[in-house]
């Protein structure tokens, strides 16, 4: 470990021998000299020939203002909507290269009729969109014959800690590839009204308009996060910059490779967070509903049950339930953990198909 101990000149004495005794005899001090300073260009070389500017053409139907008006609606026939041509740009990771695999945002390529992918060495290539999820904001696309690409590695998104140190590489206001750093401000975000299911990573990481799609890297040069919103009153970064988690794009991105879609299911619950300091259990989320003859229903699990864990995993929320349950594919089974009159009891729950209107979007699962 390195340890910088800045001092004045006029207490070179005292302060010297302070900051020495607390060095390890071992530690290299960074020498402007001898090139010993602390940098991150050795991951950064690594990991962004992985990351990729995407350009993007497409057409998008909107209302038509002269529509509202009587007149030239009486008298002009005018049409209540017009298809307009736009072109944009964005960020995306390429997560296998040989099959030429790029993850994105969904709102990247929403509406579009080309794709073109731009590798930081500069070469070009075309792309189809293989499918999109917008309730997570998450999109996947495949480069048409993909040559010498390089992937970066999926990390563990669940093992990220408040504090941790990322870096976010992509393509800020068309700009080209960018690198910014920053740290893990948060966990678990929701209620951002962003998308439907929501566990944003937040970061202090710089992150702008056209950034969409790009990477969220830890310093294991691992990839745990695609980066999707930021809170801006100006338009601008601010220090609040939102990331999907891998471990949940993971899941989304195996559903689109398979069938081009997600198909979400229900278990037929309804969550809410639970109090904890009131009810003196630990974090988890509250049964609120079972539906009659569904498959919670059939599992054994009641009205006020606490679920304290999902797939082993502890739950901190009802949201983290609900996101579990959406991104499990149809006909496979959650294992869910749970207290009942101070005794725990466990559940496994195959989800069932239901039409996606019918969930509600906050506390269902």
Known sequence: MQLLCWVRPLLIAPAVLLCLSAVPADAQIPDLKLGRVPTLAPLVKEVTPAVVNISVEGRLREDNPLYHDPLFREFFDVPKQVEKQFSATGSGVIVDAPRGYVMTANHVVEHVTSVQIRTKDGRKFAARL???????????????????????????????????????????????QTVTSGLVSALGRTGLGKQGYEDFIQTDAAINPGNSGGALINLRGELVG???????????????????????????????????????????????????????????????????????????????????????????????????????????RVRLTFERDRAQGTAVVEVAPIPEERAHPRTSG
């Open 130 to 176: 293989v499918g999109r999820d917008p309730a997570t904001d998450i999109a996947l696309l495949q480069i048409s014959n993909p040559a010498d690409l390089k992937a970066i590695a999926l990390g563990d998104s669940d093992a990220l800690e408040v504090g941790d140190f990322v870096i976010a590489v992509g393509n800020p206001f068309g700009l080209g």
């Open 226 to 332: 695609i980066n999707t919103a930021i809170i801006s009153p100006g338009g601008g970064n601010v220090g609040i910059g939102f990331a999907v988690p891998i471990n949940m794009a993971r899941r989304v991105m195996e559903q689109l490779v398979q069938s081009g879609r997600v198909d979400r299911g229900r278990i037929g619950v309804t969550l809410v967070d639970l109090d904890a300091p009131a009810n003196g259990h630990v974090q988890g989320a509250q049964i609120a509903d079972v539906g009659a003859g569904s498959p919670a229903e059939r599992a054994g699990l009641r009205k006020g049950d606490i679920i304290v864990k999902a797939n082993d995993v502890p739950v901190r929320s009802a949201t983290q339930v609900r996101n579990l349950i959406g991104l499990t594919p149809v006909g496979q």
